[in-house]
């Protein structure tokens, strides 16, 4: 009878409506968790890059320290050779002398 086609429609569609509203309920569980993960992701990226400039500051401050050893190592070097000539000098007049004598 129309009466009992109605009644089935009605619970036909009340049991659509709690599907839709069932799956409105995951869709806005799976929305709230791909915004978590989102903001995860981008603390972790934050992170990540704050953390890589750190190394590249460090290997800044590295690099420039290794420079100025390299360049306190010539003067070191410059001297020691200034030396040895000064050295070598010394040691032909302290011969030509004993030549003389």
Same mark, same amino acid.
């Given at each position: 009878s129309t009466? /009992?086609? @109605? %009644?089935r429609t009605?619970? *036909?569609? +009340?049991a659509? /409506?709690?599907d839709l509203s069932a799956a409105k309920a995951r869709l806005q569980d799976a929305l709230t968790e791909s915004m978590r993960a989102q903001f995860a992701y981008s603390a972790d990226i934050a992170e990540l890059k704050a953390e890589l400039a750190k190394s590249a500051e460090g290997l800044e401050r590295s690099s420039a320290a @290794? +420079?100025?050893? %390299? *360049?306190d190592l010539g003067k070191q070097q410059q001297a020691a050779k200034e030396e040895q000539v000064?050295? *070598?000098? +010394? @040691?032909m007049r302290l011969e030509e002398l004993s030549k003389d004598a």
């Open positions: 009466t /009992q086609d @109605l %009644k009605s619970a *036909a569609l +009340e659509t /409506q709690a @290794l +420079e100025a050893s %390299k *360049a000064a050295a *070598a000098r +010394e @040691l």
